[in-house]
Antibody, heavy 119, light 111 residues
Framework: QVQLQESGPGLVKPSETLSLTCTVS????????WSWIRQPPGKGLEWIGY???????SYNPSLKSRVTISVDTSKNQFSLKLSSVTAADTAVYYC?????????????WGQGTLVTVSS | QSALTQPRSVSGSPGQSVTISCTGT?????????VSWYQQHPGKAPKVMIH???KRPSGVPDRFSGSKSGNTASLTISGLQAEDEADYYC???????????FGGGTKVTVL
């Protein structure tokens, strides 16, 4: 059974960089697309971006200038960096597996981690 | 503002059917067969209930069904049960540039 677990600071100061890591267990990170998705408190879901095991990435155009997603296949992990954060970036951040093709069929999700942007 | 439009809430009595609509454009829902639906209970991660417009993953009850017509996709829950009370989000592939877009979510209430 594939499991995903997000980790990283729960509090980030405005203008700083949010950094999260997703550790995949129970299966290989290879040959799949992996995404970050966020949900502000009381609001809907927003796709942030994906990475393939080769390192190929795609980002939400609204966040593209601030987002970097990377992968470490040796550790079965992928990571998110979001720079110049503001209060609007406060959200629960989820990592999720898409599949063999990035079509939005997210079949495995992490439990989510709340990141609050505040001084 | 979400890219896909969903009603904010729908409700029904146990045993009844409810349908949630998800309206997009010819750049997403109308152009691809990749529409998925997610169920989210409070404090939990979303769970895929339908993918590829109408396919049910293993373990999802067959009272959940999906369809699409033009730029609008729909999720129908037949034989509504108490545990179906949750938020539901639609999601559509939107091409290699936008990748995926979500709807704003619909709260399903079982009366």
């Amino acid at each position: 059974q594939v499991q995903l677990q997000e980790s990283g600071p729960g509090l980030v100061k405005p203008s700083e960089t949010l950094s999260l890591t997703c550790t995949v267990s129970g299966g290989s990170i290879s040959n799949y697309y992996w995404s970050w998705i966020r949900q502000p408190p009381g609001k809907g879901l927003e796709w942030i971006g994906y990475i393939y095991d080769s390192g190929r990435t795609s980002y939400n155009p609204s966040l593209k200038s601030r987002v970097t997603i990377s992968v470490d296949t040796s550790k079965n992990q992928f990571s998110l960096k979001l720079s110049s954060v503001t209060a609007a970036d406060t959200a629960v951040y989820y990592c999720a597996r898409d599949g063999l093709f990035p079509d939005g069929n997210f079949d495995y999700w992490g439990q989510g981690t709340l990141v609050t942007v505040s001084s | 503002q979400s890219a896909l439009t969903q009603p904010r809430s729908v409700s029904g009595s146990p045993g009844q059917s409810v349908t949630i609509s998800c309206t997009g454009t010819s750049s997403d829902v109308g152009n691809y067969k990749y529409v998925s639906w997610y169920q989210q209970h409070p404090g939990k991660a979303p769970k895929v209930m339908i993918h590829d417009v109408s396919k049910r993953p293993s373990g999802v009850p067959d009272r959940f069904s999906g369809s699409k017509s033009g730029n609008t996709a729909s999720l129908t829950i037949s034989g509504l049960q108490a545990e179906d009370e949750a938020d539901y989000y639609c999601c559509s592939y939107a091409g290699t540039y936008n990748f995926v877009v979500f709807g704003g979510g619909t709260k399903v209430t079982v009366l």
